[in-house]
């Protein structure tokens, strides 16, 4: 990164912001730090960086919401989503990446704007265990294609009207796997260079600074709330696929 002097700023503003939004949340850092990144950094490098900061964001959150954390309710999109990876990262090969984007784009902007306007929808609470691989197969194929890691099972324990510390309990733990088979693929493509490993490091205060003040207000927000900060950003997550 050329004029890091000058561009650094910006990459810790972004860095803070992203885990501002992930704390909030539990997902979106990789929307929110890439929207300015890609400004300053080659895209390598924000990929690199989304996964690198992602785990570690996914991991201190799914620490601080350990209590709500059922594993039982977790190995089905785990295996899922340990599936559906390794897919969605070969899909990379022949798929259109743009093709891609629009699709899931106009997905989950359709989703977003239905369940604002039926705030009543709700699949049933318990469903069978292969319906939750299903998902955590499509989720990791997702994750492997676009680098989104959890935003299908978001919705889908959005759909099933769970509390707000149980989705995140589910979402975010799956995240974390997503995560990890994908800086394990980066890793093996040599994709980690000095240089990024110094952004690394310098982002990491902010990170977790960003990361603790989103945990923060996580918790003083009500279960509406948290449902409409969900949907916003699924929105906001499909106009950045489409543009």
Do not use: H
Request: net charge positive.
């Amino acid at each position: 990164m050329d004029g890091i002097a000058i561009e650094l700023p910006l990459f810790l503003l972004a860095t803070f912001a992203g885990g501002f939004v992930a704390g909030l949340s539990g997902f979106a850092f990789g929307l929110v730090a890439a929207s300015l990144w890609l400004y300053v950094l080659t895209p390598l490098q924000s990929a690199s960086l989304i996964v690198g900061f992602g785990l570690l964001v996914q991991g201190y959150s799914v620490w601080k919401l350990r209590a709500a954390i059922d594993w039982r309710r977790l190995w089905p999109f785990m295996i899922g989503a340990v599936a559906g990876v390794p897919v969605g990262v070969s899909l990379l090969t022949w798929a259109d990446p743009k093709s891609v984007r629009i699709t899931v784009g106009a997905i989950l902007i359709a989703y977003s704007l239905y369940a604002f306007l039926r705030p009543q929808l709700k699949i049933a609470t318990v469903v069978p265990p292969a319906a939750d691989i299903a998902v955590g197969f499509v989720n990791g194929l997702l994750g492997g294609l676009t680098g989104l890691a959890g935003i299908i099972i978001t919705i889908w324990c959005n759909l099933r009207g769970l509390p707000k510390d149980l989705q995140r309990a589910t979402f975010q733990p799956v995240a974390v796997v997503v995560f990890a088979m994908a800086a394990l693929s980066l890793g093996a493509r040599g994709s980690l260079t000095p240089e990024t490993a110094k952004l690394f490091a310098l982002g990491l205060p902010f990170l977790f600074a960003g990361t603790w003040l989103g945990l923060k207000l996580f918790g003083r927000i009500d279960e509406a709330t948290f449902r409409k900060i969900v949907l916003a950003l699924l929105v906001v997550s499909g106009v950045a696929l489409l543009f």
